[in-house]
């Protein structure tokens, strides 16, 4: 199975900072790359797939980068909504596989 | 724009069967994956198999000797059985369009908790 390891497990940060999450595949997993929100007591919500191609109606803040075994999710200028747990998931290879998460907490 | 709706029951008594159905409204069912994650409480996000139109089902080897996915065309419904439940079993578990690719949209999650 495909690893997927996330960094930091948990960011404290300000509104208006910009931060940066990584994710680091085990095996090369090309740009079959998803990255999701997720809120207290909802599910997942998609944010960006293909590494950096950004879904219709998620704020232009979000961006993703990175390829092969290397990911980040780039908030710009972080928003009192964004404060989430956030994953990535590879769906390159069969199991699909997760991160562990990042938690954005308010600083 | 599509949107799903999960039901099943939340309480389980070990070595029991978890059993929960996924209805699919707008959009198109044919052609499409559907899948299972769960969420144990507090941690994070496991793929548990996915299913399409054409009953072709593909599992995580981490439980395929205990789950079921089946589908049923003429209600947009797709399911999930997973036998000899245990309280490591305990999760949220969501349905989502997708497997194949990403996962998007997600039901709205049901908890099953496995106790005695």
């Known amino acids: 199975d495909i690893q997927m390891t996330q960094s930091p497990s948990t960011l404290s940060a300000s509104v208006g900072d910009r931060v940066t999450i990584t994710c680091r595949a085990s095996?090369?997993?090309?740009?079959?790359l998803a990255w999701y929100q997720q809120k207290p007591g909802k599910a997942p919500k998609l944010l960006i797939s293909?590494?950096?191609s950004l879904e219709r109606g998620v704020p232009s803040r979000f961006s993703g980068s990175g390829s092969g075994t290397e990911f980040t999710l780039t908030i710009s200028c972080l928003q009192p909504d964004d404060f989430a747990t956030y994953y990535c998931?590879?769906?390159?290879?069969?199991?699909?596989?997760f991160g562990q998460g990042t938690k954005v907490e308010i600083k | 724009q599509v949107q799903l709706q999960q039901w099943g029951a939340g309480l389980l008594k070990p070595s029991e069967t978890l059993s929960l159905i996924c209805a699919v409204y707008g959009g198109s069912f044919s052609g499409q994956y559907w899948s299972w994650i769960r969420q144990p409480p507090g941690k994070g996000l496991e793929w548990i198999g996915e299913?399409?139109?054409?009953?072709?089902?593909t599992y995580n080897s981490s439980l395929k000797s205990r789950v079921t996915m089946s589908v049923d065309t003429s209600k947009n419904q797709f399911s999930l059985k997973l036998s000899s439940v245990t309280a490591a079993d305990t999760a949220v578990y969501f349905c989502a369009k997708g497997g194949n690719t990403v996962f998007d949209p997600w039901g709205q999650g049901t908890l099953v908790t496995v106790s005695s």
């Open positions: 299913v399409n139109h054409r009953r072709i089902t």
């Open positions: 998931q590879q769906y390159s290879i069969y199991p699909r596989t």
């Open positions: 095996q090369s997993i090309s740009g079959w």
């Open positions: 293909k590494a950096s």
